[in-house]
Nanobody, 118 residues
């Protein structure tokens, strides 16, 4: 059974911080890499950050230096620490296995809303 539950979103002023959490079912978490994605109103879902099982990480240029992805394998949990938030970071944030471009994958959690006010 595929389960993804994101939490930790909220309303924050520009320059503030939030820490998102995602608990994933074992079938998902056993994937080689886990990622955070986001979707802003009227835009396509975009990849924000990825962490491999060896803990190497990759970030979108727009969040590099501000966001940090981490994972706790014992808890099947992935985190996203977001600092120096900007209004353009406003979106619904989702976690999932890393999906190569063009992949079709129907299993998504409800996401968690992040709103950054100016």
């Amino acid at each position: 059974q595929v389960q993804l539950v994101e939490s930790g979103g909220g309303l924050v002023q520009a320059g503030g911080s939030l820490r998102l959490s995602c608990v994933a079912s074992g079938s998902i978490f056993s994937a080689v890499a886990m990622s955070w994605y986001r979707q802003a109103p009227g835009k396509q879902r975009e990849l924000v950050a990825t962490i491999r099982r060896g803990d190497s990480t990759m970030y979108a240029d727009s969040v590099k230096g501000r966001f940090t992805i981490s994972r706790d394998n014992a808890k099947n949990t992935v985190y996203l620490q977001m600092n120096s938030l900007k209004p353009e970071d406003t979106a619904v944030y989702y976690c999932n296995r890393y999906l190569p471009p063009g992949s079709e994958w129907p299993y998504w959690g409800p996401g968690t809303q992040v709103t950054v006010s100016s």
